[in-house]
């Protein structure tokens, strides 16, 4: 058991993104494949105009890996 929490903390995380192009066909295709390589946590995903807000729930270890898929993907659809 000694050790076995370690990097499994919980919590939330929030990101939010900015869709510059303003093209909503580039907001469909992120969230598209938000869904196919974030699997291994719990998101929230709420569009407002241009900017995108992603919620991630669990562990922090989880977070950070999705945080950096994430802007990954931002950077290619957004």
């Known amino acids: ?9 919980g919590g939330k995380k929030v990101i939010n993104f900015y869709n510059s192009s303003g093209d909503i066909n ?17 998101l929230n995903c709420k569009v407002d105009g241009k900017v995108i ?10 977070q950070y890996l999705a945080s950096e898929r994430l802007r990954e993907l931002a950077n290619q659809y957004l």
Do not use: A, H, W
């Open 1 to 9: 058991m000694k050790g076995s929490n370690l990097g499994q903390s």
């Open 53 to 62: 807000k992603i919620t991630l729930f669990g562990p922090r270890d989880l």
């Open 26 to 42: 580039n907001i469909i295709k992120f969230l598209e494949e938000v869904q196919k390589k974030i699997n291994y946590l719990n």
